[in-house]
């Protein structure tokens, strides 16, 4: 072999494996507007009103945008359908291991069972087996995700152990709902609450908002009101609606329980960011319920202020979400 054709080989190879990797979409301002307004409604329950969004984002290429719209076409029509499927094939093409898994989820796989499949699609257990190809190395190097990932393709719960023990605050949270149910072997008496406190704590430092929650109730349960009012603000601030309902409630109808003062206005202006919330969740009728019980007391200054509290809430923190699981149903 010349020394000419020795250099060019290695080189044919470095070009061929570079164009088989998949690309990524570099979106437009436009398109990424799009994408974070779809992915804001989807996260809020209105995976309808998401979709001419996401859209916008998939067909520009955007993986992450693909496989959200996929999912919101799965829920919308409460099965698989072929258009949701296209876009998570897309998506996996791309790598994303959470299309890759969906699809390795998908029974038999919908263009199967219909006789469409084109060619070079891959059955479910392909899809898994790439995804599991992709994630495992990453997880025995110590990679979170790779090991909560290599939990969502196995179900061996030893890799959601290792990913909460590694710092994944999703998988904390789902250790300490597994522990609480009964996972595990807990011998001394309070072993098993200590265990499940320790999880759920350090998921909510870790800054999972459901966690928060569920760490401010065990602040609760122990009557540590200065504890459970931290963390339900802090679950409020990262948006999430069920916090922020809670506050809301508190400051309006409970006052003198559980530590709660009465302000009327920051309740209410609280209560009035849920209206927003009219797709899934029914938290625009929790909300209405819980603003009925106390908005005839409220002269009409108060109800200014309480709308000015509520445009500056908006205007200062991430927008509203049920924070729903990513690979959940």
């Not at 699609?121 to 190809?133: D, F, G, H, I, V």
């Not at 609760?220 to 009012?229: A, F, S």
Request: proline content about 5%; charged content about 25%.
């Amino acid at each position: 072999m010349s020394s000419r054709t020795a250099l060019l080989k290695p080189l044919t190879l470095i070009l061929i494996w570079l164009f088989a990797l998949p690309a990524f979409a570099e979106l437009t301002p436009e398109q990424q507007a799009a994408k974070e307004r779809g992915s804001v409604l989807y996260h809020q329950f209105k995976a309808i009103s998401a979709e001419p969004y996401l859209t916008i984002a998939a067909e520009a290429g955007d993986s992450e945008s693909q496989f959200l719209l996929a999912e919101a076409l799965r829920k919308n029509n409460r099965y698989m359908t072929e258009e949701a499927y296209h876009w998570l094939e897309e998506a996996a093409r791309q790598g994303n291991s959470y299309a890759m898994i969906r699809l390795g989820r998908s029974g038999d796989g919908l263009c199967g069972v219909m006789g469409s499949c084109p060619e070079g699609s891959k059955t479910p257990e392909q899809w898994l087996a790439e995804a599991r190809q992709l994630n495992e190395p990453k997880a025995e190097q110590g990679d979170p995700e790779a090991m909560y990932l290599m939990y969502k393709i196995t179900f061996d719960t030893e890799w959601l152990e290792r990913a909460a023990e590694a710092g994944h605050a999703l998988a904390q949270f789902w250790v300490a709902g597994y522990t609480e149910d009964g996972m595990g072997f807990y011998f001394w008496p309070g072993s098993r609450e200590e265990a499940v406190e320790k999880w759920y704590k350090a998921s909510a430092e870790g800054g999972y908002p459901i966690s928060m929650m569920d760490y401010a109730e065990i602040h609760l349960r122990r009557k540590d009101y200065t504890g459970y009012h931290d963390w339900l603000w802090r679950a409020a601030e990262t948006g999430y609606a069920n916090a922020v309902l809670g506050l809301g409630f508190g400051m309006t109808d409970m006052a003198d329980e559980y530590g709660y003062e009465q302000d009327l206005v920051k309740g209410y202006g609280m209560l009035s960011l849920l209206l927003e919330l009219d797709g899934g969740g029914g938290m625009v009728e929790k909300a209405n319920f819980c603003i009925k019980l106390f908005k005839d007391e409220m002269p009409p200054e108060q109800i200014e202020e309480a709308e000015a509290f509520a445009a500056e809430w908006k205007a200062t923190h991430p927008p509203l979400s049920f924070f729903p699981e990513k690979l959940g149903f």
